[in-house]
């Protein structure tokens, strides 16, 4: 889930290897930020337009070995509850057949409060893959159930936390 704009950042400390993930176009229409967040493995998703473009990079990505990070509520949720996954995200981990592996992440919805820093603890919990592989159909219904079972992962996780 994405609870803080560090999240990226954080998770990139938990890995040992280098992440890719999706960040709204709006975030690259300033020059400074988007060398930064490039700098970091961000490529732009138009959110809420069907973005082929976002997709094919996704999945171009996952084709080469390499690791996507993905935010699979679609936008920033600052509260303690697993809200709802988006299909989309389904749709990335069934078409491409990479393993999804959950991540839960605690305490960075702390790191700024009131323009100020916090320094809560941070906690991070990371889990099994996702066993999609009896999923072989490709559809909406399909999307929607992967990224159910991919909820109940991560879900699982931060009741662990």
Known sequence: THKCFWDPVIAG???DRPLRYMAKKELFA???AARFIGSLGAFPLDRGAGDRAALQTALTILERGEVLLMFPEGHRQTDDA???????VGMIALRSGAPVIPLALDGTQYM???GRPGFRQIRGL?????DLG??????????REAAQRMHDAVAGLYARL
Do not use: Q
């Open 82 to 88: 697993v809200h709802e996954f988006l299909p989309g």
């Open 112 to 114: 700024l409060r009131d």
């Open 30 to 32: 300033n020059d400074y």
């Open 13 to 15: 400390m938990i890995f």
């Open 126 to 130: 990371v889990g099994p893959p996702v």
């Open 134 to 143: 009896d999923s072989t159909t490709r559809n909406s219904k399909a999307y």
